[in-house]
C-alpha cells in the first residue's frame, strides 16, 4: 500500500519542522508539500493532491478554518486535520464549523494521534 501523502500547513518554521519530524516519524505517512499561509495550502493541495492536510488554524491570509473549508468542498477533497494551541473543546468547535475530519492540539501531537485520526478519517 502506498504512503499516505502529507501537506503541513503553518507559518511558524519550527512548528511545520516539527509536524514533518511527526510524520517522517510515522511509518505508512510521507511530507510531500510545505505552506505558510491559507492561499499557499490551496495551491499546493491543487498541485499536489495530497491524501492528508495537516492545517494550523492561525495562518495569515486566508486561515486554517476558511482554507480547510475550501479544501473539504472540493471535489475529491484530502482529509483535513486541524492543529493549534487551543484546547479540545475549541477545536470541536472548529472541526463542526469546516468539516475538518478532526482536530489535535499542538502539544498533543504525535505520531500515535496522527495514526489515530488518519484511521479515524480515512476514505
Not at 35 to 49: P, V
Not at 58 to 70: H, M, T, V
Not at 76 to 99: K, R
Request: proline residues 6%; charged residues 25%.
Amino acid at each position: 500500500m502506498a504512503d499516505v501523502r502529507v501537506l503541513v500547513v503553518d507559518d511558524q518554521a519550527p512548528f511545520r519542522r516539527a509536524m514533518t519530524a511527526v510524520v517522517e516519524a510515522t511509518d505508512g505517512f510521507e511530507v510531500v508539500g510545505l505552506a505558510e499561509s491559507g492561499e499557499e495550502c490551496l495551491e499546493a493541495a491543487a498541485r499536489l493532491r495530497p491524501d492528508l492536510v495537516l492545517m494550523d488554524v492561525n495562518l495569515p491570509g486566508i486561515d486554517g478554518l476558511e482554507a480547510a473549508r475550501r479544501l473539504v468542498a472540493g471535489d475529491e477533497p484530502p482529509v483535513v486535520l486541524l492543529l493549534s494551541t487551543y484546547d479540545e473543546e475549541a477545536g470541536a468547535d472548529f472541526v463542526a464549523e469546516t468539516g475538518a475530519a478532526g482536530y489535535v492540539t499542538k502539544s498533543a501531537f504525535g505520531p500515535d494521534r496522527l495514526e489515530v485520526a488518519w484511521s479515524a478519517a480515512a476514505p
